[in-house]
């Protein structure tokens, strides 16, 4: 599971390096190696471990391909999915340059773990999300865990 919040900066050749306490919680093992990168919701992009793609990519190929917002989401989704077979020895991974520029990230960022996947955000965009939402989270908590569906799981 990741978890956190990181701050660090893209070098001139796109590398960023991945949190150490993010590396050190997957076991490659289950896991595997790598990961997949693509373009993530909000202006961020979400970076997967491969056995977590591999549940997301199940489900994405649920919908139907008669579905033509079905469609519109997986072709660009998957267009702009990439493999990275490892980090670096210095746990660097080299973020595609049309991917930077879909999430209009410059040269800070910040990285978080968000449970199974780990997203990247140009840090002025991350500030601005964070501002807008902060203050609604109770809100949002009590909407969400009013469903039926979280009732149970916080019982």
């Known amino acids: 599971m990741f978890t956190g919040e990181y701050h660090h900066t893209i070098d001139d050749k796109n590398r960023l390096a991945i949190p150490a306490p993010l590396r050190d919680s997957i076991d490659i093992e289950t896991e595997g190696k790598g990961f997949y990168i693509t373009r993530g919701l909000d202006d961020c992009l979400f970076l997967y471990t491969p056995k ?56 800070s960022v910040v990285i978080l773990g968000i449970s199974s996947r780990i997203e990247i955000w140009d840090e002025e965009t991350w500030k601005r999300f964070e501002l807008e939402h902060e203050e609604t989270f109770e809100e949002i908590a009590e909407d969400l865990f009013r469903l039926d569906h979280f009732s149970s799981a916080t019982e």
Do not use: C, H, M
């Open 52 to 107: 977590v793609w591999q549940n997301v990519v199940s489900k994405i190929e649920q919908l139907s391909f008669t579905n033509k917002k079905a469609r519109q989401f997986q072709r660009l989704f998957f267009s702009k999915a990439q493999k990275i077979p490892d980090y670096d020895p210095q746990g660097r991974i080299l973020i595609p340059q049309y991917l930077k520029d879909l999430a209009k990230i410059r040269k």
